[in-house]
């Protein structure tokens, strides 16, 4: 009996001399591509995030919000009206395609044959990637004024440009969002009421997570202006957990209110013709997979059966 209890041990346990993300690919969970915070992710990876996005969606309907599932993908003009130019111009990314004839094939395969840069040769196209899920919904109420208030369960790919050997830190993430959009005070309390839901969710699978008041990573000098107001006015709340192998504790949800930006940005009317306000709780699907397996061991099909049972494993 000792003997197999120390055997199982030492199966799950995280070996100190492997990074995390040298365990994760050892154990068969994700896999490198060759480009940092850019993974493939295997089947027993991918059955321990489905079971967190799930979890998540079995919560929300019962708020009966509105599922959707964002490609990773959002429309130019929608970026556009987004903070995220001003504010994150280092985290964006865009969709450029070839659109030129055969002269300019030509030129392109023999850059490319020659090693030489050849994307320059590729133009704009009117797509940007998605840096964080609730940018899709937006557009949605603003389309259909005094509808609302609109409560969204959204997930998807998300893009942000932070290439990290954390494996917590990818640029390609599944993040999965509850997001309401209508009245002040409906947005405040959506914010309250998720944020202590999703941190019961997160302590139900055995995470031991902190709140901390926070801000975005706003770019530059005036960035920092940014993020000492959002500091001050309480806008953000992340709840943080050690995940070993990682230098600083990690966000795994975090909790924003938006005020009426992204309602004065899109054009998004209340029911009584005010500017809506908005708030979300996002959940870092991949980081919250990570910090489990990070946790409870590398082998899913070893961990208790209560959170096998949570995640239906
Ligand atoms: P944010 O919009 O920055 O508040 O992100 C929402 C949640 O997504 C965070 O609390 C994290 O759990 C997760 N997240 C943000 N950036 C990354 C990243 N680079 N890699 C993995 N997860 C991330
Ligand atoms: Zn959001």
């Known amino acids: 009996m000792v003997l197999h209890t120390m055997e199982t041990a030492k199966a799950t346990e995280v070996r100190p001399t492997r990074t995390l993300l040298d365990q994760l690919e050892d154990a068969g969970l994700l896999l490198r591509t060759g480009v940092d915070g850019l993974y493939i992710r295997t089947a027993a990876y991918q059955e321990v995030a489905d079971g967190i996005d799930a979890m998540v969606s079995r919560w929300a309907a019962t708020l009966h919000a509105t599922r959707l599932h964002m490609p990773p993908l959002i429309p130019r003009t929608s970026f556009e009206r987004t903070n995220y130019l001003e504010s994150f111009p280092d985290l964006m990314g865009s969709v450029h395609v070839f659109a030129g004839g055969e002269v300019e094939h030509r030129q392109l395969l023999q850059r490319a044959t020659r090693g030489h840069p050849w994307s320059e040769l590729l133009q ?3 797509l940007m990637l998605e840096p964080a899920v609730c940018h899709g919904v937006y557009p949605l109420c603003a389309r259909r004024p005094g509808s609302g208030p609109w409560l969204f369960d959204v997930s998807g790919h998300c893009f942000r440009s932070e290439p990290s050997k954390e494996p917590t830190r ?6 999965h969002e509850v997001v309401y959009v209508g009245e002040a005070a409906g947005a405040e309390a959506h914010r309250d009421m998720a944020l202590d839901r999703g941190q019961a969710l997160l302590e139900s699978l055995g995470l031991e997570v902190a709140a901390v008041p926070a801000s975005d990573p706003f770019f530059g000098r005036v960035g920092n202006v940014l993020a000492a107001s959002q500091l001050d006015e309480q806008l953000k709340t992340e709840l943080v957990a050690e995940v070993p192998g990682n230098s600083r504790p990690t966000a795994l949800l975090s909790a924003n209110y938006h005020r009426d930006h992204f ?11 005010e500017l809506a306000h908005s708030a979300c709780v996002g959940f870092g699907v991949d980081r919250i997979a990570i910090a489990l397996l990070a946790t409870q061991g590398l082998d899913p099909s070893r961990w208790a059966p209560s959170l096998r049972s949570l995640l239906r494993l």
Request: charged share 15%.
């Open 124 to 126: 704009p196209s009117e």
């Open 263 to 273: 309602g004065r940005s899109f054009g998004i009317e209340t029911t009584v013709g």
């Open 170 to 175: 990818l640029q390609s993430f599944l993040m």
